[in-house]
């Protein structure tokens, strides 16, 4: 009988490390998670799975507890999904975005070259990478031209995987994944936004939803469709990076359409635009072609984007409700 694999995910308490530890438990992983010490800890998305999973304290920007960690864990796969990832804050805190997210990917690939060279590591790379856009639709061939602290950061992380793969023969892979949402996105990224704004509004919280750049357009999909592409990499022969994408692109105002729809509304009385939240650069339109991953991965998307968005705003409302049902149980 074969040994049960072990993967170790850093960022386990985010939008994907959540779906990417059930995946993991479902094919009968034994999983480890990293999780930065902090005075308050915030485990929602993992408590349905969180006796399930071993948590280890460490940090992306300490080299020694990566070590410490993989040592400790020993696992078959790291995945690391850790970052500061929210892409307006990567122009308030340009330094922090480039010790996290850039340079906390060297740490990480350090630590497995001096514990384990044999571990096989997946790095989240972001569409983000192609900003100022080279061609459309974008490829694993596409030049990267980053439009924010965030984008650079991103690249970095990119190459140096690229060349610890090259340099060290190590099992290294990237997935270039486009904007992948679900109900447990962060409210500060646009679609959870929408959707809880819906929901304020139709539950009378709020009176408007104001937002930024309507025409924005974003290649959207499910979060839980995309981790499972992450799985499926470190599954191959050989190790490659892939695009992981829809193939189709929808604007905000779209989003908008969809989501006030849901719940019977017309979202043209409420949503606002509001220059405030304009980017200082935008990326043109990033639109990804996934066929590499299709082909050699066999994935493809199961959630299209209305089903998407009417998931979350379904999620938004239920949240919400209980909410004003039973506030005792939000007071600290």
């Given at each position: 009988?074969?040994?049960?694999?072990?993967?170790?995910?850093?960022?386990?308490?985010?939008?994907?490390?959540?779906?990417?530890a059930?995946?993991?438990?479902?094919q009968?992983?034994?999983v480890?998670g990293?999780?930065r010490?902090a005075?308050?800890?915030?485990?929602?998305?993992?408590?349905?799975?969180k006796?399930?999973?071993?948590?280890?304290?460490?940090?992306?920007?300490?080299?020694?507890?990566?070590?410490?960690?993989?040592?400790q864990?020993?696992?078959?796969?790291?995945?690391?999904?850790?970052?500061?990832?929210?892409?307006?804050?990567?122009?308030?805190?340009?330094?922090l975005?480039?010790?996290v997210?850039?340079?906390?990917?060297?740490?990480?690939l350090?630590?497995?070259?001096?514990?384990?060279?044999?571990i096989?590591?997946?790095?989240?790379?972001?569409?983000?990478?192609?900003?100022?856009?080279?061609?459309t639709p974008?490829?694993?061939?596409?030049?990267f031209?980053?439009?924010?602290?965030?984008?650079?950061?991103?690249?970095?992380?990119?190459?140096?995987?690229?060349?610890?793969?090259?340099?060290?023969?190590?099992?290294?892979?990237?997935?270039?994944?486009?904007?992948?949402?679900?109900?447990?996105?962060?409210?500060?990224?646009?679609t959870?936004?929408?959707t809880?704004?819906?929901?304020?509004?139709?539950?009378?919280?709020?009176?408007?939803?104001?937002?930024?750049?309507?025409?924005?357009?974003?290649?959207?999909?499910?979060?839980g469709?995309?981790?499972?592409?992450m799985?499926?990499m470190?599954?191959?022969?050989?190790?490659?990076?892939?695009v992981?994408?829809?193939?189709?692109?929808?604007?905000?105002?779209e989003?908008?359409?969809?989501?006030?729809?849901?719940?019977?509304?017309?979202?043209?009385?409420?949503?606002?635009?509001d220059?405030?939240?304009?980017?200082?650069?935008?990326?043109?339109?990033?639109?990804?072609?996934?066929?590499?991953?299709?082909?050699?991965?066999?994935?493809e998307?199961?959630?299209?984007?209305?089903?998407?968005?009417?998931?979350?705003?379904?999620?938004?409302?239920?949240?919400?409700?209980?909410?004003?049902?039973?506030?005792?149980?939000?007071?600290?």
């Amino acid at each position: 009988m074969a040994a049960q694999r072990r993967a170790l995910i850093t960022g386990i308490t985010g939008q994907d490390g959540s779906y990417l530890a059930e995946l993991l438990l479902e094919q009968g992983y034994e999983v480890s998670g990293v999780v930065r010490r902090a005075s308050t800890e915030t485990f929602e998305r993992i408590l349905h799975i969180k006796d399930r999973v071993t948590l280890l304290q460490a940090d992306l920007t300490d080299q020694v507890s990566m070590v410490d960690v993989l040592s400790q864990t020993r696992p078959h796969e790291v995945y690391n999904l850790a970052a500061q990832s929210f892409v307006p804050t990567s122009w308030k805190q340009p330094i922090l975005t480039g010790d996290v997210t850039a340079l906390g990917v060297t740490r990480m690939l350090e630590a497995v070259r001096v514990v384990d060279p044999s571990i096989r590591f997946y790095q989240a790379s972001s569409s983000e990478m192609f900003g100022h856009v080279c061609e459309t639709p974008q490829t694993e061939r596409t030049p990267f031209y980053p439009r924010s602290p965030y984008g650079v950061a991103k690249v970095y992380g990119h190459w140096i995987t690229v060349n610890y793969r090259e340099s060290y023969g190590m099992f290294a892979v990237s997935g270039i994944l486009f904007n992948h949402e679900s109900p447990r996105r962060g409210l500060e990224f646009v679609t959870r936004k929408v959707t809880n704004g819906v929901a304020r509004i139709k539950q009378g919280l709020d009176s408007e939803l104001r937002l930024g750049n309507l025409e924005a357009r974003r290649d959207w999909g499910f979060a839980g469709d995309y981790v499972r592409a992450m799985w499926l990499m470190l599954r191959q022969d050989a190790p490659d990076d892939y695009v992981i994408s829809s193939g189709e692109t929808h604007t905000v105002r779209e989003m908008c359409e969809i989501a006030f729809a849901r719940v019977g509304m017309d979202w043209r009385e409420y949503v606002r635009e509001d220059p405030a939240f304009f980017r200082p650069a935008e990326v043109h339109l990033l639109l990804g072609d996934a066929s590499k991953a299709r082909r050699a991965l066999g994935w493809e998307p199961k959630v299209s984007f209305r089903g998407l968005i009417e998931m979350m705003v379904d999620a938004d409302m239920e949240r919400v409700r209980f909410e004003i049902e039973h506030p005792k149980a939000f007071l600290q």
